[in-house]
């Protein structure tokens, strides 16, 4: 029988990170025909996608923080100021986002998670479905993921 020991460290440590997240894909890489074929495409490449609102004065008014990825539109984060909430400005930046990923990256759906005290019925009111929640993540609060076609491009 062979014994081993394994020193458990619990720190923070990005090269270490950047190391498993490299590991990681090469397994999955190699464990899936998709994702293999995928990696060598334009597709296959994450690539940001940030859509911005300045006010007359220059300020930030709004703006949507995601990437593209397989076919994908990831809306990371989607934030208006409270002055400019109800105008059609979190509405407009979506669309664009979404047109840029349709239109210029070639996406087909998009996916974005959001709280029940958030956006929910927004994003619903944009054509996303809720395909999963969960409930008490955090405690108290249910975390939605939602997802859109984006039809083809």
């Known amino acids: 029988m062979v014994s081993r020991m394994f020193r458990i460290e619990t720190e923070v440590d990005r090269a270490r990170r950047d190391l498993l997240r490299s590991r990681l894909r090469d397994a999955n890489t190699a464990a899936s025909p998709v994702l293999r074929a995928l990696r060598e495409t334009r597709a296959g490449r994450e690539a940001p996608l940030h859509v911005w609102a300045l006010d007359a004065a220059g300020g930030l008014a709004g703006g949507l923080v995601g990437h593209t990825w397989a076919t994908w539109l990831h809306v990371t984060y989607l934030w208006v100021d409270e002055r400019h909430r109800g105008s059609g400005l979190g509405s407009r930046l979506l669309a664009e986002a979404e047109r ?7 996406c087909s759906a998009a996916r974005l998670e959001t709280w029940d005290f958030q956006a929910p019925g927004f994003y619903r009111k944009q054509g996303y479905e809720v395909v999963c929640a969960i409930p008490d993540y955090p405690p108290g609060v249910t975390e939605f993921t939602l997802t859109k076609r984006l039809g083809n491009p």
């Open 100 to 106: 840029i990923a349709r239109d210029k990256r070639r």
